[in-house]
């Protein structure tokens, strides 16, 4: 028997009762799925990263609190489900958005509906973060087309998301217009997203790429061995800085010097109106392993002092364009954000932000 | 017996017929010497990085083509020895002049003297770098005098030199002055000179450090989280262009954004006036599995397209000043580096050239 709501992604699926979800520590040696059964379960899964990217994220989490309110449909049972799952990682926006969502969906639904109404909530989460990834991808290889060589960081693409991503989703759909597309990986330290997951799916989908130290962006931006830098946000200030992996704050100082187009993709979601400005934004610091190993090898004297902040913050004014699946926004600023959040005539009458359909007047090149 | 040329650095060791060399890609977990015979098995240390540095290689070539002209002191043998370690590397500068300099003074002397010519060439390449560390050391924390937190990339110090090193050399003479001086360390990827060797020789000095990934290193100049950048260099152009380890280019930019002093320190002899500027200068790249694994450990997909260029350009227009054991250079042009390159006089009145005795005057602060 099939279930009813099958959703399938590249590293989690959900079959209207279960979730399993790629175990991406492990990649690209090994595709080991875990099946969490439980909030609690998956809160581990987001805290240990085996799920990651930020709208992933999210939809783990709204599944984690359908499962566990499915075994216990009461107030009290939403409750525990969203507190255990909503601390999982500090700083994933999407994360809490989701699970709010689903508690609210539950807590005013009938007491016979409660189950129903958390797990439909959840696949809505979903089905609206596959509709994001598919018109930013469209968007966005709109903006860039014409480019053969990108450069980008981290990973930004179907393992991050419920659909095919943000940055990474663009150059797939950019790849399936230019074939020979050919795609700069910076590694990314220093959990190696880069290097483990943007290049193994980039290999999945027949895209031309070369991984590269994250060094080595500058020098070779300054040779124009790319046409345009594209990479995800983590969360985007109201005047438009972008908090984002570490290492694109200096990807566009090069890409500006450079005269290379530098294009950052996300979901709505991840603007953030109630921070005026990127120096408002807290960096999350991470732990001094991630950056002193790498796979249980020691890189480093043992107990060397490490800073590791996991984020910087790039000032809007080295942003050339911002995709949204609401729209492009050139040269992001307070006002042309604000007119993207409002409703679709507003922003589609914005200054400065263009629908995707209107094509090929608002290409970058 | 005690021969009569010992000459002993951190990292090499001659004692007037055997040079020993410590293995630099086994540190910091392992601190094992070998001990080349000849010019091959010479140059194939610095191939290997297990000599590194670009005055430490100059002078472990000297010794190279001194070995081999002791077994066959003609004229055949030195050029043969010539032949062999000139191209070892590309890049840096120091290792052409010092195999030059062996091999003219070789080949200028008398039949019976040829090997020992050689030998004394090489010795006095190896006196040179090391009275030049000990300059630039004083110069460069004359310089920086009042830094209390400066950054660095790769290695610059005893272990790739000499003497005490370039840009390491700098900030322990400048420890030695302010004991609370704090370095933040880039790790270097790929093959990580920062996170091993320059963390292993700050610890051994007891100076206050802490270890980044390299693309950690822009944000943290933005915060202004280091008062100055300081690096080394592997050729300088007529025109001041930097080629020096991947990943200095982007340190330059990002220390400019944040009106950080970006300052490059090096021997005289990695000034290379036959080369125009930047863009005439060879860039090394070298074999994927540097970028693919890291210890053994896979990073990525087998098989990965990997582009690793070793090093990169510094415009000069970047660089706040140079710092040599012939006096600091302040934004360098290819006037003041030719005044530099002229004798002592003539350097001393070159516009833009001071003497490091001048001291406080020229401090960048």
Partial sequence: VVPERVRQSVALSWDG???RLLDQTLLPAEERWIEPRDAAGTAAAIRTLSVRGAPLIGIAAAYGMAMEIA??????????AWRTLRTARPTAVNLGHAVDRVRDAALTAAPDDIA?????????????EDAASAAIAVAGADLLEGARRALTLCNTGALAAG???????VLLELHGREPDLEVLVCETRPLLQGARLTVWELARAGVRHSLIVDSAAAGLLARREADAVIVGCDRVAANGDVANKVGTYGLALAAREAGVPFVVAGPASTLDPSVASGDQIAIEERG????????????????????????????????????TE????HAPSAATLASLLGDGRRSEGGAGVSRSSQGSEDRLR
Same sequence: chains 1, 2.
Avoid at 163 to 169: D, I, V
Avoid at 288 to 308: I, P, Q, Y
């Fill in 71 to 80: 075994a216990d449909p009461t107030p009290q049972g939403v409750e525990r």
């Fill in 116 to 128: 129903a109404a958390a797990r439909s909530e959840a696949e809505a989460v979903h089905a609206e």
């Fill in 163 to 169: 659909g095919s991503g943000s940055a990474l989703a």
């Fill in 17 to 19: 009762r279960s979730l």
């Fill in 326 to 329: 609401r729209g492009v926004v």
């Fill in 288 to 323: 001094a392993d991630e950056v002193r190993t790498v796979g249980g090898t020691a890189l480093t004297l043992a107990g060397t002092s490490v800073r590791n902040p996991a984020f910087d913050v790039t000032p809007a004014a080295l942003v050339s364009a911002l995709v």
